[in-house]
């Protein structure tokens, strides 16, 4: 049975008469009329009869007017909650982020958020770029903070990409070594080297390379904190970008910024289309807000 049908029905029940019911759907009473001949038709069963004073149920119509009012319901609660969720009274994200931006851009945005719109529930999981642009092809999360060196994440179509920024790298030096101004190749290679995460470890040994020399990695650490406990205890060397340092500086290493390891691209990914869910725009909204002041 067509729903619009059953409701137009389910207006005639409640005021009694076809005219009633005609002038509270706004429709003409043939309009309404034909549309109970076509729902009775449907039904295989007389649903109303006519009478001088009105309509009356039919057993069948008492049935039908039970299941009438339900749909009548479960269409007010869903325009309710539609609503609610249209005008961020209410709704859940599902954000994953790589570790410094977990520290540095999104605890920012998420305050924002609730703060404008306390009925929004947003979940975090913390992850590197890779796995975090598997979870939104997934649908297990629906924005990821991602990044890439000198450019965006090698992208296939699949997500949209919104940059955030721009992230300097720098070489992050024991306090007690003696540096010299200009940083050169030799005077690296003799150096004990720290590295982060897989990508990270990567680009570390293909920028070292370009500069002409092969780093010595003794030491592996995904943890930017452990990173530069390393350093400044004088275990080796390394290079990390300005959100690792925003989001922790430890006061014993000594940092030089060093234009050859490149730079890292900060930025947003979701599905296309996601950007019109108002959950899923508000929040991205938030974390562009959050990069003007961190990545400015």
């Not at 992230?167 to 690296?188: F, R």
């Not at 990508?199 to 010595?216: D, I, K, M, N, T």
């Not at 909204?285 to 002041?293: D, G």
């Amino acid at each position: 049975m067509d729903p619009r049908r059953v409701l137009v029905f389910r207006e005639v029940a409640r005021s009694g008469s076809l005219s009633a019911a005609a002038r509270g759907l706004g429709m003409t009473q043939s309009a309404v009329s034909q549309q109970l001949r076509l729902l009775e038709r449907e039904a295989g069963v007389p649903l109303l009869l006519r009478t001088t004073r009105g309509t009356r149920l039919t057993e069948a119509g008492e049935a039908l007017l039970r299941r009438a009012d339900a749909v009548h319901t479960a269409l007010h609660l869903a325009g309710q909650e539609l609503g609610a969720l249209s005008q961020l009274r209410a709704g859940a994200v599902r954000l994953a982020s790589f570790p410094s931006g977990t520290a540095t851009l999104v605890p920012p945005a998420v305050r924002s958020l609730h703060a404008d719109h306390p009925g929004v529930e947003v979940t975090l999981v913390e992850t590197e770029p890779p796995e975090a642009w598997a979870s939104v092809l997934a649908g297990e999360s629906d924005v990821a903070l991602v990044f890439g060196y000198d450019g965006p994440p090698h992208d296939d179509g699949s997500l949209a990409w919104v940059p955030l920024g721009v992230e300097a790298m720098y070489l992050v030096l024991p306090p007690d070594q003696a540096v010299p101004d200009a940083l050169g190749a030799p005077w690296l290679a003799e150096r004990d080297w720290v590295a982060g995460c897989e990508r990270c470890r990567q680009h570390l040994v293909a920028c070292c390379r370009a500069a002409g020399f092969e780093p010595r990695l003794l030491h592996e650490s995904d943890d930017y904190v452990v990173v530069q406990s390393l350093v400044a205890h004088g275990l080796g060397v390394t290079a990390l970008p300005e959100l690792a340092l925003s989001a922790f500086r430890h006061a014993d290493v000594v940092v030089r910024r060093v234009d050859w390891f490149g730079r890292r691209h900060v930025g947003i990914v979701h599905r296309p289309g996601a950007e019109r869910v108002p959950v899923i725009r508000a929040l991205m909204e938030r974390l562009q807000e959050s990069a003007r002041v961190v990545l400015a």
